[in-house]
């Protein structure tokens, strides 16, 4: 166990459990321990809060999987609509596009999400029917991909072999510098 978590633990009268408040606000004391390639990091209970601006839901299994076949589909908007959200633009990825806050990978089509310690991929292939929701607790990305890509990529490999997922991590293109700008060392 993190020295931390102990000593909270161990404390009288102290809330220890994770959760935010009221209003989206988290209590001082109410802190999650991340235990990451074995270092402990602490985290705010609150980490959910901060991807409101992102769009960020939480969700459950159960109702990821209604949405990943309302979202692909558009069961709640017009056909105009829909077909507008699903036009796509091309990305550095081979056989994906992304639209309207939703991608087209191989066929599937839904969204990822992450938040510290947390993946997740909801997605459909409309041509078979088939739902995947993948929820997991670790943000760890392994050789160069997120673990939400690596899950889906060994899932549909099995059960949609013409179809299977992957979204491999870009290394971002260096920016522009602008000009005038110096190149030395501090810069």
């Known amino acids: 166990m ?28 109410r802190l999650v321990v991340l235990v990451r390639r074995e270092v402990c990091h602490e985290v705010l209970a609150g980490v959910s809060a901060r991807g409101w601006a992102a769009g960020a839901m939480i969700s459950n299994l159960q109702d990821l999987r ?8 558009g069961t709640l908007l017009t056909p105009k609509t829909q077909a507008e959200r699903l036009r796509t633009r091309p990305t550095t990825i081979p056989g994906a596009g992304y639209g309207l806050g939703v991608f087209n990978v191989r066929s599937w089509i839904g969204h990822n999400g992450s938040l510290p310690g947390y993946q997740s991929l909801t997605v459909y292939l409309p041509e078979e029917q088939a739902t995947l929701v993948i929820l997991i607790n670790t943000d760890i990305s392994y050789d160069g991909a997120q673990p939400s890509t690596l899950f ?27 000009s005038g700008s110096r190149t030395g060392e501090g810069d």
């Open 2 to 29: 993190c020295p931390t978590a102990r000593r909270r633990k161990a404390e009288p009268g102290r809330s220890h459990a994770a959760g935010a408040g009221a209003a989206g606000t988290v209590a001082p004391e």
């Open 152 to 178: 889906g990529k060994a899932i549909t490999r099995i059960v949609t072999p013409d179809h299977v997922f992957d979204m491999p991590e870009q290394s971002p293109s260096p920016r522009p510098r602008p």
């Open 66 to 73: 209604t949405w990943a076949r309302v979202l692909a589909t």
